[in-house]
């Protein structure tokens, strides 16, 4: 990919530097190649504001800046495009784009939606390097753990940001460098080869891209070409109340042409150059109003939502099967309708509305205040009739960081492997797994990390041993969730039907099915409560056996389980929950049963 600024590598007599500064009074390409002389290499401007310049002399590894004149001030900037730097406020380095190696995995394709099931991580802190005090982990100590995901049976990835930020620790969402990789994870071609070693795995990645602000620190795209108003950031922001963000006044301006192409020739880097299969966007709210809130046309930025569109656009036509997933947080189903339709164009979005409620009915420390008909809502609904389009946790860097405890912390505080932290812990991933949507997990939750997220400190991978019971029941989720024995093809499927819900008991079932598919139903049957429920009634969808296959009190998963649950269970020709058919359970407290037939 070339785009009209940056580098281009093979261009005729040498390499082309193409930078935009409208208000530079004049440019000068410095580097390696000229040893560093502040004017022997000007570049020459054009009417739209771009300067050009060929350097014969320059090669792959050079380091270069531009020096910029605009009355009076004389800046040197980093390339806004640059594939390389040496730090985030260092030089910046030629690099063509990371190489294929042969017999590379290039027919790799993302799972369709309604087969995705998402693990968050975090590079700095998912492999090994912090532990060691070697500071934090790179792509390569990560990718001996890809072995465990595939393991685990997850089929996609999403990776926080990994632009180029200040210093080596950080969550991500920080970008100075939107181009180049962060250079305390490893090159680009570091970056590469984990894409290409995730694909072999059959799992595909997505990233986490910052679009919403930039920086605010180690940022030369702050007056860039020495132009500003109101004391703001320049050609690259808005220079009025529309830059003001959580983050610092550095929202782009997304009304600017140039601002526009950056974003979206960043977007299709990542497709293209790295073959990542999707980009989850960070907050869009953000970029389509100013202060985050729906509803206040005063607040809207119709120039962002136009942005959105175009960046959904560009790197959908590049690959009609690109995931884009918005972390919008409003639950506006505009989000997900297609660009024909004046919508957002993503193919997901995360379901606040879903995450909240089920994490107040896990943790409320009193039955009684679980409202078992909202959390129905909340399994049952949908974006613009399409259950996929939704992305479903009770776990994420969000919701476990800044002190937020994760569920099992929360569930039993300073007894993070107690009974009843383990029990609704898993009850809560069977209702991840079990509704309608797109399941994400976070990063060691499925072996009951109780830590909240930090940037400083990677998993305790200890817990893998020790809480191995509960891992094998995530592995035993994410293979019924994904039908991979050809008994619970309703997990995949459109359709569900919330038919019990039992405020007393704290109960609720529902099923799931596969349209045109008789035999693919599946039950799920969910005690909230803390009581178990012997020859408990609910109804069924058909009548005849039903078999067991998940029980989340399974001594399985956990020698202090009791087993309580029955194997096998018939359904009896007597209706019950406008269902033709019912049957007795045992239910456990604080559990979840998966039936099928």
């Not at 912390?409 to 079990?434: H, M, N």
Request: aromatic share 12%; with cysteine.
């Amino acid at each position: 990919m070339q785009t009209a600024f940056g580098v281009d590598l093979d261009h005729e007599g040498g390499y082309r530097f193409s930078v935009w500064a409208p208000n530079a009074k004049a440019v000068y390409l410095l580097g390696d190649f000229n040893d560093w002389n502040e004017e022997s290499h000007p570049l020459e401007r054009n009417n739209a504001g771009s300067w050009s310049v060929v350097i014969p002399e320059a090669k792959e590894g050079d380091e270069y800046q531009y020096r910029i004149l605009n009355q009076g001030q004389d800046l040197r900037r980093q390339d806004p495009y640059a594939r390389k730097v040496l730090h985030s406020s260092g030089n910046a380095v030629i690099e063509r784009p990371p190489q294929a190696p042969e017999g590379g995995n290039c027919e790799f394709q993302a799972p369709n939606l309604n087969e995705l099931v998402i693990y968050e991580l975090h590079i700095g802190t998912f492999g090994s390097g912090h532990a060691e005090g070697d500071g934090p982990a790179t792509f390569k100590s990560t990718l001996p753990y890809l072995d465990e995901l595939k393991e685990l049976g997850i089929n996609a990835i999403e990776v926080m940001p990994i632009h180029e930020f200040p210093g080596g620790v950080s969550w991500g969402y920080n970008p100075a460098c939107l181009f180049a990789v962060e250079s305390d994870y490893g090159t680009a071609q570091d970056f590469y080869d984990f894409v290409e070693a995730a694909h072999e795995r059959g799992i595909a990645v997505i990233l986490d891209v910052v679009y919403n602000h930039f920086g605010p620190s180690d940022l030369d795209l702050w007056q860039f070409d020495g132009w500003q108003e109101n004391g703001k950031g320049g050609i690259y922001f808005y220079n009025d109340w529309r830059s003001t963000t959580p983050w610092g006044d550095t929202r782009p301006d997304y009304g600017r042409p140039e601002v526009r192409q950056f974003i979206i020739d960043n977007a299709l880097m990542w497709a293209r150059d790295f073959r990542v299969d999707g980009l989850r966007f960070d907050m869009s709210v953000f970029i389509r109003t100013v202060n985050g809130v729906d509803g206040d046309p005063g607040n809207e930025l119709s120039d962002g939502w136009s942005l959105m569109q175009a960046v959904n656009s560009a790197v959908h036509e590049f690959n009609p099967r690109f995931i884009t997933i918005a972390e919008d947080m409003q639950d506006s189903e505009w989000l997900t309708k297609s660009v024909h339709d004046n919508g957002g164009g993503y193919n997901a979005q995360w379901d606040a509305f879903f995450v909240h409620t089920l994490r107040d009915a896990l943790l409320q420390p009193d039955d009684m205040a679980r409202d078992m008909g909202r959390l129905a809502e909340a399994i049952g609904r949908r974006f613009n009739t399409d259950a996929f389009q939704r992305v479903l946790y009770t776990e994420s860097h969000d919701e476990v960081a800044n002190g937020q405890a994760r569920v099992p912390e929360d569930a039993s505080p300073g007894a993070a492997d107690s009974w009843v932290a383990k029990r609704k812990s898993l009850l809560g991933a069977g209702i991840i797994f079990t509704s309608p949507g797109i399941p994400m997990i976070f990063q060691g939750q499925e072996f009951l990390e109780d830590r909240w997220f930090e940037d400083t400190r990677e998993l305790d991978r200890d817990k893998e041993v020790r809480n191995g019971g509960v891992l094998q029941a995530y592995r035993d989720l994410i293979r019924l969730r994904l039908n991979r024995d050809g008994n619970s093809a309703g997990l995949c499927g459109q359709d569900v039907q919330v038919f019990h819900v039992d405020h007393e008991n704290k109960v609720l079932a529902f099923q799931r099915w596969q349209e045109g598919q008789a035999d693919s139903s599946v039950v799920v049957i969910a005690n909230f409560g803390s009581r178990n429920l012997e020859g408990y009634a609910v109804g069924f969808p058909v009548v005849g056996e039903w078999t067991t296959r998940f029980n989340s009190n399974s001594q399985l998963y956990d020698g202090d389980f009791d087993d309580l649950g029955i194997a096998q269970v018939m359904a009896e020709e007597q209706g019950m929950d406008g269902l033709p058919a019912m049957a007795s359970v045992n239910l456990p407290a604080y559990a979840l049963l998966i039936l099928s037939r």
